[in-house]
């Protein structure tokens, strides 16, 4: 950051304090170290690149719902929150307890001296005891072994553990048009490119709202003044399901031509249930890289257009 906004941003506290603050993300999904919100999953969801699979609940702040958590410990006495902890002596003759460095003053190097009464102890668990770790409040002194445990959202909301929320959300999985999409990704950036060449605009993976609202991913799309060509790519043509969503999607974009790869003839039933005005099959016969055989294609349409 730069130093002049950093002088900005000291002068705006005036008498304020810079407090330090733990940020964490909250609620996240990782694909292999990509990090990805759940409103971005949610979209991926929506566009059905992800199937959700399986039901997952986190506790989130009651206020404001974050699920960006920490953990507080306050004073049971007097509710201070700078608390230190330590390993504990307790002489039992006068009941002192305090940390085991207090014990240890003078010059003694293996006996303990109470702080309070004076006295010296010897024998572990006869004279004194070690109950282990426990927690001093800096301000009252008080020790404890079990602090009043509080939780605080990244939002500065305190609760007690118990008046958290739940929230409910959903892990994924991927969808078989994720898998086909991923799997011919370079392709259509390949095509994409040489089609970027010969002055063409060209998308590839773009959004694009049709006329019921719905935004559809369009795996490759040529806008061209006169029309747009949105190019899908199906191995398998012979499942239904793929063409009910090609055909809805044409209806949906009707200023757009379909243009679908495929690696298989077609079946002639499935042929009869589209028009072939709007959509058109590509079938790769000849085993041509897919790149090349939409480039063939596009530039083919252009030059019947001129
Ligand atoms: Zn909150
Ligand atoms: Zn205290
Ligand atoms: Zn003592």
């Given amino acids: ?25 909250g609620l996240l999904y990782e694909i292999n170290g990509v990090e990805l919100t759940p409103e971005k999953i949610n979209e991926y969801r929506e566009n059905d690149l992800l199937i959700p699979t399986s039901r997952y609940s986190y506790p989130a702040c009651g206020v404001c719902n974050s699920t960006a958590l920490h953990i507080v410990f306050e004073c049971p006495t007097c509710k201070g929150n700078v608390l230190t902890k330590h390993d504990m002596i307790v002489h039992y003759e006068c009941n002192h307890i305090a940390p ?3 014990f240890k003053f003078k ?3 293996t006996l303990y001296t109470c702080p309070r009464c004076g006295k010296q102890l010897s024998k572990v668990g006869i004279d004194y005891g070690r109950p282990g770790f426990g927690f001093m409040c800096e301000k009252c002194k008080f020790i404890t072994q079990y602090p009043v445990i509080k939780v605080e959202c990244d939002n500065g909301h305190v609760s007690n553990i118990y008046d958290l929320n739940m929230v409910i959300v959903e892990g994924y999985k991927v969808s078989s048009a994720a898998n086909s999409l991923a799997s011919v990704y370079e392709e259509l950036v390949t095509a994409a490119k040489i089609l970027k060449n010969y002055g ?17 991913i369009i ?9 747009n060509i949105v190019i899908d790519y199906i191995p398998n043509p012979n499942d239904t399901i793929q063409w009910f969503k090609i055909i809805a999607r044409s209806i949906d974009l009707p200023n757009v031509l379909s243009i679908v790869v495929t690696d298989k003839p077609i079946d002639a039933n499935i042929l009869t249930t589209f028009n072939t005005s709007r959509i ?15 480039v063939k294609e596009v530039l083919r349409i252009i030059e019947n257009q001129v």
Avoid: F, Q, W
Wanted: charged share 25%; glycine share 6%; aromatic share 2%.
């Fill in 1 to 25: 950051m730069d130093v002049n906004i950093i002088l900005l941003a000291l002068r705006s506290i005036g008498e304020g304090e810079i407090k330090p603050r733990i940020k964490n993300l």
């Fill in 107 to 109: 010059h003694v190097s």
């Fill in 280 to 294: 058109r099959i590509l079938y790769n016969k000849d085993g041509l890289r897919i790149s090349e055989l939409i």
């Fill in 100 to 102: 085991a460095e207090e």
């Fill in 219 to 227: 795996p490759l799309m040529l806008k061209d003044v006169d029309m």
């Fill in 200 to 216: 063409l605009n060209v998308d590839v993976l773009c959004k694009v709202t049709g006329t019921s609202g719905v935004v559809h």
